[in-house]
């Protein structure tokens, strides 16, 4: 079968020993991240950015991946022992995890949750691998004005979920669209807001950009307050989850993971999401809803799986079609077009070693991370009791080691610290940077799909909405906008709260 | 009336006028052949309008139920930035290992003060360690600085 050959190609590039290192570190850094408050997925995987420049695209993809999905495991160990989430994913699963926790029942929330991580993760990489062939033949469709427009709806969708006002977080994606502008015109060459510095004609880059709105800004925000921490001090014995665990959870994984694989293809969509509506569902579904909350182990099984399928999901909308879907995605979209690899439907053919080379790692990543979590749970917690005060710094200089390696410019550090303090005042402020970093990425190529479509059109709008996909796209897109004016749907929203980016 | 929101919207303001202006200035061009200043202007005005949003939204709407500043404390945070631009000068003079150890015996002094010791000889660890992972093993290039260092 021609699938089966490819995914062995693929696990032959994945089980290189560089990719496989590679692959390692990631998901080892993946869940350290996961499992330390205060420094979340984006940040992380904008830390080592520059790290992956040197090394192979194939390297750098596996390797930013792991730090992703890795996360999402790591971020339950906080969740249940300190009631502290590691990362917003894993906001849920404090619900009931350190419910369990207290009831001396870490030890199977621990291990369910990892259970669930695996399954919810490898069920999403098959339904990757599944669908991405034939979505991308669909994707080849797609012209200037369908990639306008997609990406459109993906920054809209992203905002309409943005915590908060809809009218500051597109304030923010305007703004990043102005600062993916900066530099010299794609088509005429010309220099736009580069303000007569030379620093500024290549545009400013996506790495001080991202390091300063959530390595610094998390380090300021941090700070600010007084964080106090107390880990439970119960030893963990007995990770495995009893018969009558696995009775009970294991349809709450297969369904979170059905949930999550399914929202993470959405754009705008991702594990954060997925979490929250998988433990809606299951206390809908439950038959005794009112243990929700008390330590029900469906609680922590189904948003753990939801959140790792979360993140196989959303690789499709990248791989297949060139679109992130996400913040984390867009980070990833960025360290593609470094290695000159240009995601999409061509990304299949052109570059195939590439393609199922990051999907079988993602199956050896997960492999490798239920051996880290489960047994390796005792040394996380150890990592726990290392103080902020003590790591801030270390932080720091990761990423001014990070932003100064890409170009060799202190003009870069100085773009740094200020998208730092921009990013603390944001987050005090309440306006997302989510819809900013995805703009950004997104409005270069925004703008030259829509110059290329009005070219094409010769100067008529209406081609947006003559194409069929293009129309669903902008109409879904105005509806999203525009609901918040209907009070009911308006109200609908404001449950779904959610912090996309850290 | 929601003050810090009616300070951002009117910084957002004066910012979208600024790109409506560079936009112009740049030339819109034509719909069947749009210029250089074509998607800045239009997302310029944007901005405004969506300024103009959150400016009436913070004019009529209550104001913020926890204070925002509570708790803040400021004087870690501008000492910490003050820092990080020091570090951004000093560190092609003097070249990576000794400002990294200046800015690391800094931080850990600051928001929760260690005793001396430990803040020395953490600096020195930390940027040595960071030396030999970075410049040697990831071949990063970081400046020797003026002492020939680093």
């Given at each position: 079968m021609d699938l089966l050959a490819?995914?062995?190609?693929?696990?032959?590039?994945?089980?290189?020993?560089?990719?496989?290192?590679?692959?390692?570190?990631?998901v080892f850094i993946g869940t350290l991240i996961g499992v330390l408050p205060g420094i979340g997925p984006v940040g992380a995987m904008s830390l080592l950015f520059p790290v992956t420049f040197k090394s192979s695209p194939e390297a750098a993809i596996i390797m930013l991946a792991g730090i992703y999905y890795g996360a999402m495991y790591g971020g339950s160990t906080t969740s249940i022992l300190v009631n502290i989430p590691g990362e917003a994913a894993s906001v849920v699963t404090c619900l009931d995890g350190y419910q369990m926790a207290r009831k001396g029942r870490a030890g199977p929330a621990l291990g369910i949750s990892a259970?669930?991580?695996?399954?919810?993760?490898?069920?999403?990489?098959?339904?990757?691998?599944?669908?991405?062939?034939?979505?991308?033949?669909?994707?080849?469709?797609?012209?200037?004005?369908?990639?306008?427009?997609?990406?459109?709806?993906?920054?809209?969708?992203?905002?309409?979920?943005?915590?908060?006002?809809?009218?500051?977080a597109l304030l923010m994606a305007a703004v990043g669209v102005v600062l993916g502008l900066v530099g010299l015109d794609s088509i005429n060459a010309r220099p736009r807001l580069t303000f007569d510095r030379l620093e500024l004609v290549d545009g400013i880059g996506l790495v001080p950009i991202v390091m300063g709105l959530f390595g610094i800004g998390e380090v300021l925000l941090n700070l600010e307050q007084a964080l106090r921490r107390d880990v439970f001090q119960t030893r963990i014995t007995g990770l495995l989850p009893t018969a009558r665990d696995w009775v009970e959870a294991r349809w709450p994984i297969v369904r979170g993971s059905l949930v999550g694989f399914l929202l993470g293809i959405l754009p705008g969509g991702g594990a954060v999401i997925s979490s929250f509506l998988s433990y809606a569902l299951e206390k809908r579904l439950s038959r005794r809803p009112e243990r929700f909350g008390q330590g029900a182990i469906e609680g922590v099984a189904?948003?753990?799986?939801?959140?790792?399928?979360?993140?196989?999901?959303?690789?499709?909308?990248?791989?297949?079609?060139?679109?992130?879907?996400?913040?984390?995605?867009?980070?990833?979209?960025?360290?593609?077009?470094?290695?000159?690899?240009?995601?999409?439907?061509?990304?299949?053919?052109?570059?195939?070693?590439?393609?199922?080379?990051?999907?079988?790692?993602?199956?050896?990543?997960?492999?490798m991370l239920l051996v880290l979590n489960l047994p390796l749970i005792g040394m996380w917690v150890q990592v726990l009791k290392v103080p902020y005060r003590i790591l801030f710094p270390l932080i720091l200089l990761f990423c001014l080691i990070g932003v100064y390696s890409v170009g060799n410019a202190v003009?870069?550090?100085?773009?740094?610290?200020?998208?730092?303090?921009?990013?603390?005042?944001?987050?005090k402020l309440d306006y997302e940077p989510a819809p900013l970093v995805l703009a950004f990425v997104l409005g270069p190529l925004l703008e030259n799909n829509l110059r290329k479509s009005l070219i094409l059109s010769?100067?008529?709008?209406?081609?947006?909405?003559?194409?069929?996909?293009?129309?669903?796209?902008?109409?879904?897109?105005?509806?999203?906008?525009?609901?918040?004016?209907?009070?009911?749907?308006?109200?609908?929203r404001e449950e779904i709260a959610m912090e996309e980016a850290t | 009336m929601n003050r810090?929101?009616?300070?951002?919207?009117?910084?957002?303001?004066?910012?979208?006028?600024?790109?409506?202006?560079?936009?112009?200035?740049?030339?819109?061009?034509?719909?069947?052949?749009?210029?250089s200043g074509f998607v800045l202007f239009w997302v310029?005005?944007?901005m405004v309008g969506l300024s103009a949003i959150v400016l009436v939204n913070g004019v009529r709407g209550p104001a913020p139920s926890r204070p925002l500043w509570r708790g803040a404390r400021w004087s870690k945070i501008v000492a910490v930035v003050a820092a990080l631009v020091a570090y951004a000068w000093l560190l092609e003079r003097l070249g990576f290992v000794?400002?990294?150890?200046?800015?690391?015996?800094?931080?850990?002094?600051?928001?929760?003060?260690?005793?001396?010791?430990?803040?020395?000889?953490g600096a020195v660890a930390s940027a040595l360690i960071a030396y030999v992972i970075f410049k040697m093993w990831l071949g990063a290039q970081l400046p020797a600085g003026v002492l020939g260092i680093g």
């Open positions: 490819q995914i062995g190609a693929g696990f032959a590039v994945a089980l290189q020993p560089a990719n496989l290192m590679y692959c390692f570190i990631g259970i669930g991580s695996f399954v919810g993760g490898t069920l999403s990489i098959l339904g990757l691998m599944l669908l991405a062939p034939p979505l991308s033949q669909f994707a080849i469709q797609f012209g200037p004005p369908e990639y306008f427009s997609l990406m459109v709806l993906g920054l809209t969708i992203l905002v309409y979920l943005a915590h908060g006002s809809m009218a500051k189904a948003p753990e799986a939801a959140n790792n399928a979360a993140t196989g999901g959303a690789f499709i909308p990248l791989m297949t079609l060139g679109v992130p879907p996400n913040v984390i995605m867009a980070l990833l979209l960025g360290a593609f077009m470094v290695h000159g690899v240009q995601p999409g439907p061509l990304l299949m053919t052109q570059n195939p070693g590439l393609f199922w080379g990051v999907i079988a790692s993602m199956y050896i990543g997960n492999a003009f870069d550090i100085h773009v740094m610290i200020a998208f730092g303090v921009i990013g603390y005042l944001m987050k010769q100067g008529g709008f209406s081609i947006f909405f003559t194409r069929p996909i293009s129309a669903a796209c902008l109409v879904l897109a105005l509806a999203l906008l525009l609901s918040p004016l209907l009070p009911s749907l308006g109200r609908k | 810090a929101d009616v300070a951002s919207s009117l910084v957002g303001l004066a910012l979208g006028a600024g790109v409506m202006h560079a936009g112009w200035d740049l030339e819109l061009g034509a719909p069947s052949d749009p210029g310029g005005v944007a000794l400002t990294t150890v200046l800015l690391l015996v800094f931080l850990f002094k600051v928001v929760e003060p260690q005793r001396w010791w430990v803040a020395l000889t």
